[in-house]
């Protein structure tokens, strides 16, 4: 795991480390067990969250607000995020500048 990464739910389930957001506390609650470092979002990630999903619609493909919310989180902070879940993949593709590596 690598420190300039953030672990969507998916992949935090399997590990006892990294950084994580407050959104896999709520979805999965066991994590607080484990030696994550916890993110929440700010202002400029709602901001940045509302370019995605406005770009996500013009393209005809609207992803859910979390995962646009995460995905802004990377953005913002310079990380990458490692996950499952490929609507992250519909993300990369309209935000090229998203770092997305599905395991």
């Known amino acids: 795991?690598?420190?300039?990464?953030?672990?969507?739910?998916s992949v935090a389930v399997e590990r006892k480390k990294g950084t994580v957001t407050v959104f896999t506390l709520i979805?999965?609650?066991n994590a607080s067990k484990k030696d994550f470092d916890v993110i929440i979002p700010d202002m400029d990630d709602?901001?940045?969250?509302?370019?995605?999903?406005?770009?996500?619609r013009e393209l005809g493909t609207p992803v859910g607000a979390i995962d646009i919310l995460i995905a802004s989180m990377c953005l913002n902070k310079g990380k990458s995020l490692l996950a499952k879940d490929k609507d992250f993949i519909r993300i990369s593709k309209a935000v090229p500048e998203l770092d997305v590596a599905l395991v």
Request: no cysteine; net charge negative; proline share 4%.
């Open 46 to 56: 709602y901001t940045k969250s509302i370019e995605i999903a406005n770009t996500l």
């Open 27 to 29: 979805e999965y609650p």
């Open 1 to 9: 795991m690598e420190a300039n990464e953030i672990l969507d739910t």
